[in-house]
């Protein structure tokens, strides 16, 4: 029987990704009557026009409120042409930083960010963001610039072969060799980093295709009165007709759309019978002690409900919740059913699993953290996922997120009687978990409250406990770091749904200004603070400036122990060498003065209450950034905590 349910399965996916590539196909060639969001565009491509015109006016109506950029020449018509229309260029100064932000836009609007770079080490500098944004599932456009097709492989300035870095990265790639190709490429960049499982997508402009014809021309073309022998004229009248293919666009009217609507496969009371059935039934072989473990696929922003409706469904569930990465503050911070310190009981406990945009990798011990006679159902966009290193009972090739809203609504249409059948047949289950985490509750209590061993340091757990008790209830997080940021995620509380962004299965150091970045812009009446380990700030110190010149006002608290400690702690005890792995006690605050911004360094409590309280101030007048550099004390308070 589960062979059958597995085979089935998968043909539906085989089925779903056939129907996805005969929708794209259909996509490019009706593009006009497909189901979009607004009004067209028909933009009459004139001679003085550009292709960075085109691309600024699809940006546009794709709902493209910022753009992050490094500047290049072979990228600035964008950029201008985006500035000109109210499209916010925010140039930065790493290319990684684009990627990070577009990613983190994404994730906050269900819009895909888009990151703009020039040639060669543009792009190579992004290489370690895009991978990100793909294992992360985050929908970014990655725009690039590229020498002219005329001089591809012949030695032209930072030309090299970027598909080869890029394509095992990125979920589509294409190269626009035309201006008449730029709207149908972008548009479909757009629907294809949005839709199914969303990544990250690229498209390769060549420097001509952006620029006006009559600059274009004039690089090609600018001795052409002097051209009197045969090879030169004939040189001349390829030019020219490479130039006729460039620009064929020339006094033709092109639409532009909105945005494509996802399309998904829509999920029915059908979908989430079988699993209602199994919380519902008193049988003796019916679950006793389900878990549901949340995952940031939950989150995706979509069509087809609010995160507010998608929260109050999570909640009704009326079983116990574990939230991870981008799902943290799904449920606020407290709710009876959300957990947080016993995961590991819980799934070895459970007799049944919901894994919802959850896969079975090493932060699940690749399926061995579940108990084998457990009952798993897994809700995935992604079929490889969905699979991976453990089959489940019950798998379901959709998106999560509407298939627990769809329960819940199913729990909500059943006779009182059966709704007060759920309620009291999980409730020694839950009292047990809530034991298990009121005690590890009152541990953490009681390790936040021993005093450092010296002077000039903090307990890294009491300045954590100090930094949450201070935030209001509209503040965004970011976690960029090891050890401090795992301690955080004990004692910190996300607020709402989408108020904590994280790198994801990645484990990527660096994206703390990217997503801060795009935390602010995208909801500047919310306090944006990032948690950084002294090792992962090294990456974000250089868009200190970007956060002055562009008056984006960002807080960052740094848990400065003078070391990459997650990986000390192991190689000392292992290895009995702590070689690359030891730094400074930098003055990181004075780093944010000299940039423009504001710092403090807090070596105690009362330091560092006065730090967040003024850091609070400079905030709320949306000016400047922050840093509070905190002098904390090495523990083990996560010893063995590195992951395999």
């Known amino acids: 029987m589960l062979l059958d349910q597995e085979n089935i399965t998968k043909g539906a996916v085989i089925a779903a990704s056939v129907g996805s590539v005969l929708f794209s196909l259909y996509f ?66 790493h290319e990684s930083t684009t990627v990070f932000a577009a990613d983190g836009v994404f994730r906050l609007t269900g819009i895909p960010g888009v990151a703009v770079v020039t040639a060669g080490p543009g792009l190579t500098n992004t290489i370690t963001a895009v991978k990100n944004a793909q294992m992360a599932q985050s929908g970014v456009v990655l725009l690039g610039g590229a020498t002219s097709d005329l001089l591809k492989g012949k030695g032209s300035l930072q030309d090299i072969d970027q598909f080869a870095l890029l394509r095992p990265h990125v979920k589509w790639c294409s190269h626009v060799s035309s201006n008449s190709d730029i709207v149908p490429m972008l548009e479909r960049a757009f629907y294809e980093a949005r839709n199914g499982t969303p990544g990250p ?74 699993l209602l059935a199994q919380l519902v039934s008193n049988k003796d072989k019916a679950c006793k002690k389900p878990v549901l473990i949340v995952g940031s696929q939950v989150t995706l922003i979509n069509d087809a409900y609010s995160i507010e409706s998608l929260q109050r469904s999570v909640q009704s569930l009326g079983i116990p919740v574990f939230t991870s990465s981008m799902s943290r503050g799904l449920l606020g911070t407290s709710h009876s059913n959300l957990f947080r310190h016993c995961r ?29 006679r457990a009952k798993v159902f897994s809700i995935n966009r992604d079929s490889i996922d969905l699979y991976k290193n453990k089959s489940p009972d019950y798998p379901y090739s959709l998106d999560p997120g509407s298939f627990l809203v769809q329960l819940s609504e199913s729990i909500l249409e059943l006779p009182s009687s059966e709704k007060a059948t759920i309620e009291l047949k999980f ?150 060498s702590d070689v690359g792995c030891n730094l400074a006690y930098t003055d990181y605050h004075q780093v944010a003065i000299a940039f423009g911004g504001k710092g403090f360094k807090s070596t105690n409590e009362s330091e560092l209450k006065f730090a967040l309280e003024e850091s609070n101030k400079i905030l709320n007048q949306n000016q400047q950034p922050v840093v509070i550099n905190c002098i904390i004390e090495r523990n083990d308070f996560r010893k063995g905590s590195i992951s395999a």
Request: proline fraction near 3%; glycine fraction near 8%.
């Open 344 to 372: 590991s009981h819980a799934l070895k406990n459970a007799d049944l699993v919901i894994l919802a945009g959850v896969t079975c990798d090493f932060r699940l011990g690749y399926g061995k953290s579940i108990n084998s």
């Open 28 to 93: 490019l060639e009706n593009r006009n009557i497909i189901d979009c969001d607004g009004q067209v565009i028909n933009f009459k491509f004139q001679k003085s026009s550009s292709g960075g015109e085109l691309v600024a006016n699809v940006l546009s109506k794709q709902g493209v409120k910022f753009l992050f950029t490094l500047t290049g020449g072979h990228i600035a018509p964008i950029l201008v042409e985006s500035d000109k229309i109210g499209i916010r260029v925010i140039d930065v100064r």
């Open 427 to 576: 409730r020694d289950w839950i009292n047990e978990l809530t034991n298990l985490d009121v005690t590890r509750n009152v541990d953490i209590a009681n390790k936040i409250n021993i005093p450092p061993s010296k002077e000039g340091f903090l307990n890294p757990l009491k300045a954590l406990q100090m930094f949450d008790e201070q935030l209001p209830h509209k503040t965004i997080m970011v976690a960029d770091g090891g050890d401090f940021v795992g301690s955080a995620s004990y004692i910190v509380r996300p607020r709402a749904p989408l108020s904590w962004l994280d790198p994801g299965v990645f484990g990527t150091l660096g994206v703390g200004a990217g997503f801060s970045l795009a935390a602010k812009l995208c909801r500047p009446d919310h306090q944006v603070w990032t948690i950084y380990g002294d090792g992962a700030f090294g990456y974000s110190i250089p868009e200190l400036d970007t956060m002055v010149r562009h008056k984006i006002s960002i807080g960052a608290i740094i848990g400065n122990d003078s070391g990459w400690i997650q990986i000390l702690r192991e190689q000392q005890e292992q290895l009995n």
């Open 201 to 274: 997508v690229f498209i390769e402009f060549p420097i001509d295709v952006l620029y006006q014809e009559s600059v274009v021309r004039g690089w090609y073309l600018k001795n052409q009165d002097q051209a009197k022998s045969l090879a030169s004229r004939v040189v001349n009248m390829y030019m020219s007709y490479h130039l006729k293919k460039i620009f064929s666009a020339i006094d033709s009217n092109i639409v532009i759309h909105g945005r494509v609507r996802q399309h998904q496969v829509r999920v029915t009371s059908d979908h989430v019978s079988t």
